[in-house]
């Protein structure tokens, strides 16, 4: 089994006549995903590479049956873009989108969980991978296998490394949550999804500085989980007071610091690596153990 996303998933992409949008269609197409449709407002009617185009979400999901949809839509008008997926009830919905601010997040994340039809991963993030079955993002499609851990990050390009260093045990499902201060899908979200999964015997989690998100997983993994945690924390050298690439990576005195979320982690019996590299290690040592 997976989370959130298996080969039934059919995608559709917001944004997909864009660049970014155009290019990675190709790349989950690529990867073995079933994209369905692309919408862009005003572009109804064209196609790329043979995928519909409609002018909006709910003609897209009446005429495909889409089930997910990836945003690539500018910071500007990726408020309104999620609110239309959320009015078409489209059940899981990938916002790649970088810088969209805070208030426009509330917003949408509000109006998702009022609607209740609609869970939101992200935004700025690199959406969500389950190997060999579907890829809705910018997640490489051939760094790693079908295997037996969950992986949940706030870091893109940490969620990679994991995913290759890995890449011989496999994965049921990444979910890169996104770094900013608002996400529509949580540590805890995605672990508690995990620890009910069948086919997950064990959980990489990686967070980073800022916020208390990793402290809370660490709450509720100590209460609820019973399968192994491994996890790591970016940003053991980041500067006091400084934001750091994330907008929800900024720390402030003694809250949000690695090292805290580092002792909130072993605390609730969680393997904490100094590094990505020690983090997989000891990862590898727990399903050799399993």
Do not use: W
Request: with cysteine; hydrophobic share 40%; glycine share 12%.
């Amino acid at each position: 089994m997976t989370i959130f996303l298996d080969a039934n998933s059919r995608i559709l992409v917001q944004g997909m006549t864009g660049s970014e949008g155009s290019k990675h269609t190709r790349r989950m197409v690529a990867g073995g995903s079933t994209i369905v449709a692309g919408v862009t407002p005003g572009k109804g009617g064209q196609q790329l590479d043979g995928i519909p185009v409609f002018d909006t979400c709910q003609e897209a999901v009446a005429a495909t049956g889409a089930n997910v949809s990836v945003v690539f839509v500018p910071p500007k008008a990726a408020k309104a873009a999620v609110m239309q997926a959320i009015d078409a009830e489209i059940p899981l919905i990938v916002v790649i989108t970088e810088g969209i601010p805070v208030a426009d997040t509330a917003e949408f994340f509000q109006y998702a969980q009022n609607a209740g039809k609609s869970r939101i991963i992200g935004p700025n993030c690199p959406g969500i991978i389950s190997p060999e079955q579907s890829n809705a993002g910018i997640t490489p499609s051939d760094i790693t296998k079908r295997g037996r851990i969950g992986l949940v990050s706030k870091s893109g390009t940490l969620t990679y490394q994991m995913m290759y260093e890995l890449r011989d045990i496999g994965f049921t499902t990444c979910v890169g949550i996104g770094g900013d201060p608002i996400v529509g899908t949580t540590h805890i979200d995605c672990i508690a999804a995990f620890e009910a999964d069948p086919d997950t015997d064990a959980i990489v989690m990686i967070g980073e500085i800022g916020g208390d998100a990793e402290e809370r997983a660490a709450a509720y993994i100590k209460e609820h989980v019973t399968k192994p945690v491994v996890g790591y924390v970016a940003g053991f050298t980041a500067p006091e007071g400084k934001t750091m690439g994330h907008a929800g990576a900024i720390v402030s005195g003694s809250a949000g610091t690695a090292e805290a979320k580092k002792v909130a982690l072993e605390a609730a019996g969680v393997k904490v690596g100094k590094t990505p590299s020690e983090t997989a290690r000891l990862m590898r040592e727990i399903i050799q153990g399993l």
